[in-house]
């Protein structure tokens, strides 16, 4: 029994010891190349960095460094080996010079060979590099927030309450967007992210935050030029963006872990909805301007479509000028993404108008606005609640859709347009047939009066004028 005892505790300790010494070896492995500094984090494009290397390995001869993403970076140079002095903290040390070339994050590794060209350890060393015109970029986003603000502000004030009353009574039209805006975008988004950008956590993440996002945008404009419902179109904007406040934050909780899985990013949940939730004040002020302030109302009314036109030319021009580096990022795949969101939209909310039977032009509107999205609050949520650059970098896909979004919209307005001038034509065609045939019909009653009355006037003739029978039955007749 004793000697059961012993042997147990001697495996025990030698299962100890061996994880121990496991531990040991890990850890002296990654301490095999240390780095002076430690990082490379925040570096400004177009800069270059010293960084020092140093290790305890007994033998080295020989060092190669390289990046993981040449794009981002690349080692401009690298020193020959050099013994430390005994003593010291170090065998062998060496430098490299790493020159950042462009947003996005890298990985510097350095990898050491003995005298046999043998690798006998490697280390990496993380780096995320900056705009070279960030503060610019700042500017642009703290301006969209602004922008975000002042459209909500309008858009509360704009809300006629009594179009919501009688809308309320049948609310097919608005409960219908919100199931298409907020149960069919985030899971049509998030299906296209993992589908277009397998692997790219970042590319997930901006995707999804976008088909989360409230309707809007111009989404009344083009419900207006497609001959839409424009009331229905205001109110289901007014709804989404209400929703959203509560929808976009629980979404971003519940298929953030999926997105993410095992990758070393940590999406900032609370500060998305501390956000998000702030984004009610403006609209809630709006209201109270409504309700107590009817004049300026009236004038925030008239302001909300020149705002929303103002907010997509700001996008288009200065925001196209402080974020040039997102069509870098245009490729092929990231274009086909942002053109399948919006139109599966489009699509979506056609089909769920069109099983409910309900009129054309609320069609047209549910159908628009589930396409149609907010991306500006896509993009101020992650750049404001993202470190840099990863809020940067999100941003390229909300981008993508906004570029392509107004695609499919521009396409059937061409198709409608040909279509009422192909009709017009047709009609111009017939109606000379028409007028035609109608002045040979009048031709021909003319010629039969004529005939009548030479025929009545012959029979006068005949029969005498003095007789007055005949003249009264002329005149009966």
């Not at 609320?362 to 990863?390: H, R, W, Y």
């Amino acid at each position: 029994m004793l000697i059961r005892r012993s042997k147990k505790l001697w495996l025990t300790c030698s299962l100890v010891v061996l994880l121990a010494g496991l531990g040991l070896a890990q850890e002296e492995d990654q301490d095999v190349v240390r780095f002076e500094p430690a990082e490379l984090i925040h570096v400004i494009e177009g800069t270059v960095h010293e960084v020092t290397w140093y290790t305890i390995l007994p033998d080295v001869s020989r060092v190669s460094a390289s990046v993981e993403d040449p794009t981002v970076a690349e080692v401009v140079g690298a020193s020959d080996v050099t013994r430390s002095a005994p003593g010291g903290n170090a065998t062998h040390y060496g430098s490299l010079n790493v020159s950042a070339l462009f947003i996005g994050y890298n990985k510097v590794r350095v990898t050491l060979f003995d005298r046999q060209d043998v690798v006998v350890g490697e280390g990496t060393l993380d780096m995320s590099v900056l705009l070279s015109y960030q503060k610019l970029n700042d500017i642009f986003t703290l301006a969209i927030g602004i922008l975000v603000a002042v459209v909500y502000v309008n858009m509360g004030a704009t809300m006629n309450l009594e179009i919501i009353k009688n809308i309320s009574k049948k609310p097919i039209g608005p409960l219908l967007g919100i199931v298409c805006q907020y149960l069919f975008m985030p899971l049509i988004a998030f299906g296209l992210g993992k589908l277009a950008f397998p692997g790219n956590v970042l590319a997930q993440l901006g995707m999804f935050l976008t088909g989360c996002s409230p309707g809007g945008g111009l989404s009344n404009m083009w419900t207006y030029l497609l001959g839409g419902s424009l009331d229905l179109s205001i109110l289901m904007t007014f709804t989404s963006t209400v929703f959203a406040f509560a929808t976009l934050p629980l979404w971003v909780f519940l298929m953030g872990p999926v997105i993410l899985g095992e990758a070393d990013f940590a999406i900032p949940y609370k500060d998305i909805a501390v956000l998000v939730v702030s984004l009610s004040v403006p609209c809630c002020v709006g209201i109270l301007i409504q309700r107590f302030l009817p004049r300026v109302a009236k004038v925030l009314e008239w302001l909300l479509t020149p705002m929303s036109i103002f907010n997509v030319i700001f996008i288009f021009t200065f925001g196209v000028y402080a974020n040039l580096y997102v069509f870098s990022f245009f490729d092929l795949r990231t274009m086909l993404a942002g053109f399948g969101l919006p139109t599966i939209g489009y699509l979506s909310g056609l089909v769920m108008a069109k099983l409910f039977r309900l009129p054309i032009q609320d069609v047209i509107a549910i159908s628009i606005e589930t396409g149609v999205q907010n991306a500006s609050v896509a993009v101020f949520i992650l750049k404001f609640t993202l470190e840099k650059p990863a809020g940067d970098l999100t941003v390229v896909f909300p981008a993508a859709s906004t570029v392509m979004t107004p695609l499919p919209l521009v396409l059937v307005f061409i198709a409608q347009k040909i279509y009422s001038c192909t009709a017009k034509s047709k009609s111009a065609d017939i109606a000379p047939l028409e007028g035609k045939a109608g002045l040979e019909n009048k031709k021909s009653n003319k010629e039969n009066e004529k005939g009548e009355s030479k025929g009545k006037q012959m029979k006068k003739q005949s029969e005498g004028v003095d007789n007055p029978a005949v003249q009264l039955q002329d005149e009966a007749v």
